[in-house]
């Protein structure tokens, strides 16, 4: 297992990726209140929860505003872009979504990917699906959002097997 840390190159072919390895994504980002308030106007997410004080304040288990949880998950995915799928020919599918835990106005949001598994396409040689694991903490080290995603990424070398190996047709 390899931990790298997000500074080294934008993007991966099929086999850079090694099972088990982990991806600390660079830099992190502090959610404001502004940029919450704008996904909710840009999606539609009309909630009080999210944008109106009182309401958080008075009416709510929290207190306060919470940052809408497909914003978290959109922020860390794009955090996950320039180590996991920057050359991915396609995002396949996300297998699972979790939000741990609330993101509130001013947290400091990091997060890191680990690969759980790759596969060589049966049908095109120059190509293979990579499945990793995508955590987001904030600044208290607490997980606040957690997903699974296979992304199909392009071969450097088509011709070669994932042991190197010439492929015969």
């Known amino acids: 297992m390899t931990v790298h840390d997000g500074r080294e190159k934008f993007g991966r072919y099929f086999e850079d990726f090694q099972i088990g390895d982990v991806y600390k994504h660079w830099p992190g980002h502090t959610i404001t209140e502004a940029e919450d308030h704008l996904f909710c106007a840009l999606t539609m997410n009309l909630h009080p929860l999210h944008s109106d004080r009182w309401y958080a304040e008075e009416e709510t288990q929290f207190g306060k505003n919470v940052v809408v949880g497909n914003f978290v998950y959109s922020l860390v995915l794009g955090m996950s872009v320039p180590d996991v799928s920057g050359k991915a020919i396609a995002n396949l599918e996300v297998e699972s979504l979790q939000h741990k835990a609330p993101t509130f106005h001013g947290d400091t949001i990091r997060a890191e990917t680990r690969v759980i598994d790759k596969v060589e396409s049966k049908t095109k040689p120059d190509r293979g699906v990579v499945t990793v694991e995508t955590r987001g903490y904030n600044q208290r080290g607490e ?8 992304v199909l990424v392009p071969k450097r070398n088509p011709g070669f097997s994932g042991e190197g190996q010439q492929q015969q047709s």
């Open 143 to 150: 997980e606040v959002v957690y997903f699974r995603r296979k």
